[in-house]
């Protein structure tokens, strides 16, 4: 067992300061993945911050007609808040698509977005990972490749992001809340938040060292269809192979984001002109330039086939 020292902070820049203060540090809240990785030997941090107590649990309404969903709202509550199910369906959906009840109760909007890849081989800490030790190699490639990236993927990585919820935000065009250790709030574009791998897969998001997530905005309802359809291995307790995050108009306008396919929430705006030609042609646009390996090709099928459930069910 790795010793570590804790502490609970007080504010958010507190708990920013103390993470820029000291080497090692992580922030605690639900810890449904943190302390996995502790225990597995993947992550061993030498100080944890304990954030539950710095009152960021609420789902306020903004001045501009959104929703403003602290760090620290549990998965639960934000599936279950009547806005969040009447304004923003494909959040409440995606997020019940996620884990187990169990999880949701405990996990926190900001520890969503901040899920580490469910690869086997970053969990196998026998094998080189560069998410694990960068550096050190990536041994999905060439490796057992079923649940991988199909898209956006490098010669050191390719891993996807395992997080529902995440897809449903990149749909909505969220914003990221933060505190830096200095103070001072930052705001970042969920579509800026998340990182491709390149040379450097184990710096997962745009977080500077000891920021903190103090929310997440999400902008005024857009109305529609909204739909979000998982497809996995098993019914329930499992990540996406392919799912497909959709919010559909009566016009044939819409937007559409992916998960399961890459090592960020995937969504391509451009794509999105071709919905009124149906789900091949905005598949084709979405995944240009894919580059699957030979055991997870299909994902590439199965995206356009789901998409096509997803206009199927919205039509009806």
Not at 42 to 56: K, M, Q
Not at 221 to 246: E, M, N, Q, T
Not at 268 to 297: C, D, F, I, S, Y
Request: aromatic share 4%; with cysteine.
């Amino acid at each position: 067992m790795n010793p570590f020292s804790y502490e609970r902070a007080k504010t958010p820049a507190e708990a920013a300061a103390a993470a820029a203060r000291t080497p090692g540090s992580r922030f605690i809240a639900g810890g449904t993945n943190l302390l996995d990785l502790m225990k597995l030997g993947i992550e061993s941090p030498t100080h944890l911050i304990d954030v539950n107590g710095l009152r960021l649990d609420k789902i306020e309404p903004t001045a501009e007609g959104g929703l403003r969903v602290g760090a620290l709202v549990r998965n639960t509550d934000l599936a279950a808040d009547t806005r969040v199910r009447r304004d923003y369906g494909v959040l409440s959906r995606a997020l019940l698509a996620g884990a187990s009840g169990q999880l949701r109760n405990k996990a926190t909007t900001a520890g969503n977005l901040l899920q580490r890849t469910r690869c086997p081989y970053f969990y196998d800490t026998n094998l080189p990972c560069n998410k694990r030790a960068p550096g050190s190699g990536c041994s999905a490639i060439g490796g057992v490749t079923r649940q991988h990236a199909v898209i956006g993927v490098s010669e050191a990585c390719i891993a996807t992001h395992p997080s529902d919820m995440a897809v449903a935000m990149r749909l909505l065009d969220a914003t990221v809340e933060t505190v830096q250790p200095n103070g001072t709030a930052r705001t970042i574009p969920i579509a800026d938040f998340h990182r491709l791998p390149g040379n450097t897969p184990h710096i997962e998001t745009a977080l500077l060292p000891g920021e903190l997530i103090t929310a997440v905005t999400l902008p005024r309802p857009l109305g529609g269809v909204h739909a979000y359809r998982k497809v996995r291995d098993r019914a329930s307790y499992a990540f996406a192979l392919v799912s497909v995050a959709a919010i559909l108009q009566r016009d044939g306008t819409g937007r559409v984001a992916l998960g399961g396919v890459a090592h960020k929430p995937w969504r391509v705006e451009a794509a999105e002109a071709e919905l009124p030609r149906g789900a091949r042609a905005v598949t084709q646009r979405l995944l240009e330039g894919a580059t699957p390996t030979p055991e997870n090709t299909f994902k590439v099928a199965l995206a356009e086939r789901t998409l096509g459930a997803v206009l199927l069910q919205a039509k009806a």
